[in-house]
Each structure stands twice: as structure tokens, then as C-alpha cells.
């Protein structure tokens, strides 16, 4: 049984994700995505901008982005780390900006956490200016070309994640009727892993809260996942490897 994830009780360790992880093509599509004339002029908004990661990745280079996220954990986080932010508190399916006011809007495995995923489209459309763009990223647990070692041995959260996420031929009519043209997915990330046991649990990927995977499950369902899979390892004399082959899908629509 799938359960809700508390963002606040998490904020202090959701940024070591980014430390396990290679984000380099979802870092190349969003600069590609926030470049152009006259960005500048308007906002760049990120809807889900958790403890700030991307919005401290875009300063960097020198990119000024909104954040907006509903926990006020994950804002508290993102306000103390290094260099200015601009943060609100708000939901995503009632944005906070007047219409035509934003540039660009995007959301990085954020929009499976909205509760209105239609309403937010709409929004976004709203307030996007002529010629803006949304951009969407996240994984597609419904096309059965990925394979991931959580979904292998904890069948739950691959059930949880058909439920919670849409696929992105879904997105594209959901972004297509709410008013956005030239609607397109690629794939922005791909990422085939391997790990030995000891050296996934070592690195925190075995952690209950390293993904939001892991954390929707239930305890006894989290519990059962990593008995299967010590005693899968013990059986190999620690050799077992755990194996993922997930693409990340961006989906971008703009504002005519």
C-alpha cells in the first residue's frame, strides 16, 4: 500500500541525491532550455523546487530562477545554502505570478508529486508569455522499455509509480489541451548502472529515503524488498549486483 512522503522530514538529506547521481544530461536540457532573447526579462520559474539544487545549479551560471515548492521544509533548506534565492511558498496548481508573466516554467521529478497535474498545465499556460515554454522531466514507468533494481525487488513502488506518475504520451495530450503547441518527449537522460550490494548500500542508495521509491512503499513492504535482497546476496557470497537501465523523459510545450 503507497503512502504520502513527508518533504518536510526528509529536507535535510534530499540534496545527497544529487551527490549519488549523475544528473549531466538533465543539466545540459534545462541550459539549453532557459537560453534565448529576452529571457532575462521575464521570470524563469521552477515549480517543485524542492531544497533549491537546480536553482543553485542555473546561478551558477548565472541564470536568476524562481522557486516555488508547498514544503516549507525544503524551502527552509534551500534558503540556507550558499548565494541568494528568490522562494515561494505555493502549490503548483495555483500559481502565484499574474498572467503572462513567466518566460520559461519547469518541474525536475516533480510532477508525479502534483496533486492536479491537469490544473497545473493550465496554470502554466496562464502565465506563460507568448512564445514561453514549459518543460517537464522525469521518468516513464509505463513504457516497459526501463528496468530498475528498486522496481525488481520492491514490486510495490514500480505499482505505486504507475499510479502516481503519467505516462509521457499522457503528458503531451494533457500539455496539448491545455493550450500548448509543438508538444514533444526525448529522452534527456540515460542511465545504465550496476552496483555490487555492499557497495550500493554503502554509497546510501539502499537508504529508505534515496528516492521517493523507496518512501511510498509501506514499512513492512520496504522490509520485505531488502530481506529478499540480502539473501539474494548472501547466497552469491556478496556478488550479486544490482542492475538499472532508466532513461529520464523531458517533455517540452509552448505558449503560442
Excluded at 532573447?37 to 536553482?55: F, K, Q, T
Excluded at 496562464?126 to 516513464?140: E, K, P, S, W
Excluded at 489541451?177 to 514533444?184: A, L, N, P, Q, V
Amino acid at each position: 500500500m503507497s503512502q504520502r512522503v513527508d518533504y518536510d522530514r526528509v529536507a535535510d538529506v534530499y540534496e545527497s541525491r544529487y551527490v549519488r547521481n549523475d544528473y549531466s544530461g538533465v543539466e545540459q536540457a534545462l541550459a539549453a532550455f532557459v537560453a534565448g532573447p529576452g529571457i532575462d526579462e521575464h521570470v524563469i520559474l521552477e515549480v517543485g523546487c524542492g531544497a533549491g539544487h537546480w536553482l543553485h545549479w542555473l546561478g551558477q551560471a548565472n541564470v536568476t530562477v524562481v522557486g516555488l515548492d508547498p514544503a516549507a521544509g525544503m524551502l527552509k533548506v534551500a534558503r540556507a545554502a550558499p548565494g541568494s534565492r528568490r522562494l515561494i511558498r505555493g502549490r503548483a496548481e495555483a500559481l502565484p505570478f499574474v498572467s503572462t508573466s513567466c518566460r520559461r516554467l519547469f518541474c525536475v521529478n516533480a510532477l508525479h508529486h502534483f496533486e492536479n497535474p491537469g490544473a497545473f498545465f493550465r496554470e502554466a499556460r496562464r502565465v506563460l508569455t507568448a512564445g514561453g515554454g514549459l518543460m517537464t522531466i522525469g521518468l516513464d514507468p509505463h513504457n516497459g522499455q526501463d528496468e530498475w533494481w528498486i522496481y525488481e525487488h520492491f514490486p510495490e513502488a514500480l505499482v505505486a509509480d504507475q499510479k502516481r506518475y503519467w505516462s509521457t504520451s499522457r503528458i503531451r495530450e494533457l500539455m496539448a489541451s491545455s493550450g500548448f503547441d509543438g508538444c514533444e518527449t526525448r529522452i534527456i537522460q540515460h542511465r545504465p548502472w550496476e552496483m555490487t550490494v555492499s557497495a550500493a548500500r554503502a554509497g546510501g542508495f539502499m537508504n529508505r529515503t534515496s528516492t521517493s521509491q523507496l518512501m511510498v512503499i509501506s514499512d513492512s513492504e520496504y522490509e520485505a524488498g531488502a530481506k529478499r535482497i540480502d539473501a539474494a546476496d548472501n547466497a552469491s557470497d556478496g556478488q550479486m549486483t544490482l542492475r538499472s537501465n532508466l532513461r529520464l523523459y523531458g517533455t517540452t510545450g509552448w505558449a503560442a
